[in-house]
């Protein structure tokens, strides 16, 4: 009996031992419990065609002449040196007049017929600038989300 009792005892220290094992810091049930997971750091997705519009210029570009111009503005130029001088005086002030009223014509044509667009710029989420010149606004403003598609912004969200 008394073989058997200190069997008995030696069988229930045995399964103590094994529980405190278990709970001890060495052991890997314990360890893998009190030690911090990894955690996977994803960095953001940065859309190398996304941003934000900082700036809107209002731009206009020079139309181009058809001739109209110089031939009024030459005729308007000759009549107004005409009236400076006399004799050969006259004569070269009016051909002076002539060719300042063509180039003077000229550019006033090309103004008139120009057009207005915008010339917009967007800081994008890779740190990048792009410009980009439009026809008209729809929308756009400063502040404004967009994706940019060549010279092409969409607003998003």
């Known amino acids: 009996m008394k073989a058997l009792t200190c069997t008995f005892m030696m069988a229930i220290v045995g399964v103590s031992a094994s529980l405190v094992a278990c709970n001890s810091p060495s ?27 900082t700036n809107i210029e209002q731009m206009k570009a020079k139309g181009t002449g058809s001739g109209v111009g110089i031939v009024v503005g030459a005729a308007a130029g000759a009549v107004i040196g005409h009236q400076v001088g006399d004799g050969r005086g006259k004569d070269i002030a009016t051909a002076v007049g002539a060719i300042g009223g063509g180039f003077a014509g000229n550019e006033i044509e090309k103004r008139i017929k120009g057009t207005n667009y915008f010339h917009v710029t967007v800081a994008l989420e890779n740190g990048g600038t792009h410009v980009a010149d439009v026809d008209a606004l729809n929308g756009l403003a400063v502040g404004s989300k967009v994706t940019v598609a060549g010279n092409n912004l969409q607003i998003t969200g």
């Open 27 to 53: 052991s890997p049930a314990a360890s893998s419990a009190n030690t911090p997971v990894p955690v996977a750091v994803v960095a953001p997705v940065v859309c190398n065609d996304c941003g934000t519009i």
